[in-house]
């Protein structure tokens, strides 16, 4: 079995800084190339990580995008250099500018010093960009630039800062539905698609299934006080049976709650708790079965609206259902977009339409 270990000095995936921040927790995160399609993949990561080109990482949710841009890194010439990873869906608009770039002292309110941005911690190694349709589109236009000219200008200062570092981007959505829609530009996406990753979900290698649970039960089990656990053969089928929509995150935590609750040596097919609503598809919309019954209770619902002849029927339903998702999610706008297959920028656009959120304002030098 071939794997690639992401645990270094006892501690888990982090972030060279030049801020101080706290460290993320420990995960028994390793990447497995035992299935036919991760031996594909291992092949092509090879031939990629020295050539120092800008890669896009394009997969599910899950299926260890990160882990990937750190193989990249690890077995390129920049091993020795920094690693960032900067996830651009978790930065607020208006901090997008000084994150990436860095501003300077007294570039707008609360600027008490020079602070570089993730660009100029990066410089020499590699700068991982999750989420990077998340981006706002003023945003893309400025990255765009520095990956053009290899030069940063942090907020506050004209003088442009060399820099060299190689971006791997990463995406677990379609780039090109959102370069169509207006949402991406067409141009930084060519820019970033120097080079290619398609990173398969964990149902397209069911070879790796096994070796995967193994190596979170051995990791997780070290660490938990119960080394020796082992899976029986009934537990192991069921692994093998399930699509995985969460893919190896998914697997992971199953292994874990299966490590709490098993009472013997042996993990038995009790202790492995699977969602029985949920198939391969990338919403983790369950079964085809189930999928029937919502397309027939939409049907239920929808028939006698039309019969009403409203005139703006498909505003108002897709209004409802911003705000039952949002509801639902309990305001997390991260979640509801997910649970709606869209970017949290889309969504945002709809919440601001519906008076449920303050609309964004244009990034400035005299904001933080």
């Not at 236009?141 to 003088?159: N, T």
């Not at 990463?170 to 090109?176: E, H, I, P």
Request: proline share 7%; charged share 20%; with cysteine.
């Amino acid at each position: 079995m071939i794997v690639q270990d992401n645990l270094r000095n006892g501690e888990g995936v982090t972030a060279f800084s030049t801020r101080p921040a706290a460290r993320p927790p420990h995960r028994a995160s390793a990447m497995v190339f035992e299935d036919p399609a991760s031996r594909a993949l291992l092949v092509r990561l090879r031939q990629l990580a020295p050539s120092g080109a800008d890669t896009l990482i394009v997969g599910e949710t899950g299926t260890g995008k990160e882990l990937v841009a750190r193989f990249l890194h690890d077995n390129s010439p920049r091993a020795r250099r920094p690693f960032v990873a900067v996830n651009c869906g978790a930065i607020a608009e208006t901090l997008v500018d000084s994150e990436l770039f860095g501003h300077e002292k007294g570039a707008f309110t609360g600027a008490m010093t020079a602070e570089p941005g993730w660009f100029e911690a990066a410089d020499g190694g590699t700068l991982f960009l999750d989420e990077i349709g998340e981006l706002p589109l003023p945003m893309q236009v400025k990255l765009l630039r520095v990956l053009q000219e290899r030069e940063v200008v942090r907020v506050g200062s004209r003088r442009p800062i060399p820099v060299n570092v190689r971006i791997v981007a990463a995406t677990n959505v379609r780039l090109d539905d959102a370069v169509a829609s207006g949402r991406f530009r067409q141009d930084l996406y060519y820019r970033i698609k120097v080079a290619a990753v398609l990173l398969p979900p964990l149902r397209a290698r069911p070879g790796d299934i096994l070796p995967l649970a193994d190596h979170f039960l051995s990791d997780l089990g070290a660490r938990g006080g119960r080394p020796g656990l082992r899976l029986a053969p009934e537990a192991m089928q069921a692994l093998l049976d399930h699509p995985w929509p969460g893919n190896i995150r998914e697997l992971e935590n199953v292994i874990h709650s299966a490590l709490v609750t098993a009472a013997g040596d042996v993990i038995t097919r009790r202790d492995v708790t699977l969602d029985p609503f949920q198939d391969g598809s990338r919403g983790g919309i369950a079964a085809s079965g189930l999928a029937i019954t919502v397309q027939d209770s939409l049907k239920g619902v929808l028939g006698p609206l039309f019969d009403q002849g409203h005139g703006n029927l498909f505003g108002v339903i897709t209004d409802a259902v911003i705000r039952s998702a949002y509801d639902y999610c309990g305001g997390n706008q991260m979640q509801t977009a997910r649970l709606l297959g869209i970017s949290r920028n889309v969504l945002r656009g709809h919440l601001s339409k519906l008076g449920l959120v303050s609309p964004r304002s244009r990034l400035c030098k005299n904001a933080p």
